[in-house]
């Protein structure tokens, strides 16, 4: 968790009270107050649009500005540069509950000495909805939660998981919201649970078709949650989008390492003729990839192959056709459903996916890269 945030006061305009287009124009952030390097912002300049309804992940390594960017949509936050806007109203300068935004924290945010019932009805009280609709729509999130014959204890008397899950109550509670925000909500819950209330999130999602933006390091999370998943790493968000693009077209080398298990293979090599050199092992490359690598390479570029275990090739059988390269293979494990085999190309590791009745010992090997899974990346960005 990062990002205090700051105080701030409430101006117009006003968001329209059902907006979910959330639009953010070259926003950045900084908590030191100049910048002097890139590496001074804790979100680099960003331009990015949250469609209306969607359900997104917003995924990265911890310190990579998730909580900062989650702060700055609700309000808590000020961005030093940009501007947020919902529905095309400028909303930089608003209050946070003046947004239309619920967020629900990693630890849970509710008052120990009010009954769940009181805690769940906050929100509504604070808005002013009349009692009868709080009741109802307290008794719809308990009996969602199965909070519902929690209702009438105090939360001081609640398990860490029960608690968490008013905390989320609180969250979804109001029905004029435009966005939830989720800052990493499970991580207290134990794992069947967790698994449990991910689902009621997707199911929440599909009835109310609200906009939920839901932040984790965890990609099976991610993936599992999300119909677009938006990848950050060190203040920038590298890659948006289905879990599917994810993985078949990395457009970073850090998607490809972080989504997928093992994630993808990563080669240092250098072009010449048609092909891509790892070490002394020339790959042949796909026609359009080859075109525009060699566009965009110049001698201090890096350029590194990247291809998924579970599209490269590999067997004990020689392999001569195009992509087939001869390799030692250091291992091979048997994983039950599957196996992976290791192997050394170039004096880099790699990893093939293999199937479970793949017939393969360690030893001398063929890897296939099939071209039109084979990717290439110059200084991190797919060619
Ligand atoms: P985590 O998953 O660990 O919560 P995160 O991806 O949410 O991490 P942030 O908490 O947004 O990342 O932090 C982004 C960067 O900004 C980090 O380098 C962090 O140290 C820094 N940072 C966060 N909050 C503050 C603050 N209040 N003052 C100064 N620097 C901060």
Same mark, same amino acid.
């Given at each position: 968790?990062?990002?205090?945030?700051?105080?701030?006061? &409430?101006?117009?305009?006003?968001?329209?009270?059902?907006?979910?287009?959330?639009?953010? %124009?070259?926003?950045?952030?900084?908590?030191?107050?100049?910048?002097?390097?890139?590496?001074?912002?804790?979100?680099?300049? /960003?331009?990015?649009?949250?469609?209306?309804?969607?359900?997104?992940?917003?995924?990265?390594?911890?310190?990579?500005?998730?909580?900062?960017?989650?702060?700055?949509?609700?309000?808590?936050?000020?961005?030093?540069?940009? !501007?947020?806007?919902?529905?095309?109203?400028?909303?930089? &300068?608003?209050?946070?509950?003046?947004?239309?935004?619920?967020?629900?924290?990693?630890?849970?945010?509710?008052?120990?000495?009010?009954?769940?019932?009181? %805690?769940? &009805?906050?929100?509504?009280?604070?808005?002013?909805?009349?009692?009868?609709?709080?009741?109802?729509? $307290?008794?719809?999130?308990?009996?969602?939660?199965?909070? =519902?014959?929690?209702?009438?204890?105090?939360?001081?008397?609640?398990?860490?998981?029960?608690? !968490?899950?008013?905390?989320?109550?609180?969250?979804?509670?109001?029905?004029?919201?435009?966005?939830?925000?989720?800052?990493?909500?499970?991580?207290?819950?134990?794992?069947?649970?967790?698994? @449990?209330?991910?689902?009621?999130?997707?199911? @929440?999602?599909?009835?109310?078709?609200? =906009?939920? @933006?839901?932040?984790?390091?965890? !990609?099976?999370?991610?993936?599992?949650?999300?119909? !677009?998943?938006?990848? /950050?790493?060190?203040?920038?968000?590298?890659?948006?989008?289905?879990?599917?693009?994810?993985?078949?077209?990395?457009?970073?080398?850090?998607?490809?390492?972080?989504?997928?298990s093992p994630? /993808?293979?990563?080669?240092?090599?250098?072009?010449?003729?048609?092909?891509?050199?790892?070490?002394?092992?020339?790959?042949?490359?796909?026609?359009?990839?080859?075109?525009?690598?060699?566009?965009?390479?110049?001698?201090?570029?890096?350029?590194?192959?990247? @291809?998924r275990p579970e599209f490269l090739g590999c067997s004990a059988e020689?392999n001569?056709?195009?992509?087939?390269?001869?390799?030692?293979i250091?291992?091979v494990e048997d994983l039950g459903n599957f196996k992976i085999a290791t192997a050394?190309?170039?004096?880099?590791? $790699?990893k093939a996916k293999l199937s479970e009745d793949a017939l393969l010992t360690?030893?001398?090997g063929w890897l296939r890269?099939p071209?039109?899974r084979?990717?290439?990346?110059?200084?991190?960005?797919?060619?």
């Amino acid at each position: 968790m990062g990002g205090s945030g700051q105080p701030r006061s &409430a101006a117009s305009p006003r968001p329209p009270s059902d907006v979910a287009r959330i639009e953010l %124009n070259s926003l950045a952030h900084s908590y030191a107050p100049k910048v002097q390097r890139p590496g001074d912002y804790a979100l680099r300049p /960003m331009n990015l649009t949250w469609q209306d309804g969607g359900a997104y992940a917003l995924l990265g390594p911890s310190g990579c500005g998730k909580t900062t960017l989650l702060n700055i949509i609700s309000g808590l936050i000020k961005p030093s540069e940009g !501007q947020v806007l919902f529905d095309g109203a400028d909303v930089t &300068a608003l209050a946070p509950e003046a947004r239309n935004i619920a967020q629900v924290f990693q630890f849970p945010v509710i008052y120990d000495t009010m009954s769940v019932f009181d %805690n769940l &009805a906050f929100p509504l009280r604070n808005r002013g909805v009349r009692g009868s609709e709080i009741k109802k729509r $307290v008794q719809q999130v308990a009996e969602l939660l199965d909070l =519902t014959p929690d209702l009438k204890y105090r939360a001081s008397g609640l398990s860490a998981d029960a608690k !968490q899950k008013v905390s989320l109550g609180r969250g979804l509670v109001r029905s004029d919201v435009a966005a939830i925000l989720f800052d990493e909500p499970l991580t207290v819950i134990d794992p069947h649970l967790k698994w @449990i209330l991910r689902s009621k999130l997707k199911q @929440i999602h599909q009835e109310f078709k609200l =906009t939920l @933006i839901y932040v984790t390091h965890d !990609q099976v999370e991610a993936l599992t949650f999300a119909d !677009q998943v938006v990848v /950050m790493v060190d203040g920038s968000v590298v890659q948006m989008g289905t879990p599917q693009a994810l993985f078949e077209d990395p457009a970073h080398t850090f998607v490809g390492y972080f989504i997928g298990s093992p994630g /993808m293979n990563l080669l240092p090599c250098r072009l010449a003729g048609s092909a891509a050199y790892v070490g002394d092992h020339p790959v042949p490359l796909g026609a359009e990839t080859l075109a525009r690598a060699q566009q965009a390479v110049t001698p201090e570029s890096r350029v590194v192959l990247g @291809i998924r275990p579970e599209f490269l090739g590999c067997s004990a059988e020689e392999n001569t056709q195009s992509g087939g390269v001869a390799a030692d293979i250091t291992a091979v494990e048997d994983l039950g459903n599957f196996k992976i085999a290791t192997a050394t190309l170039g004096g880099t590791s $790699v990893k093939a996916k293999l199937s479970e009745d793949a017939l393969l010992t360690p030893g001398r090997g063929w890897l296939r890269f099939p071209p039109e899974r084979t990717k290439l990346y110059i200084d991190d960005r797919a060619v």
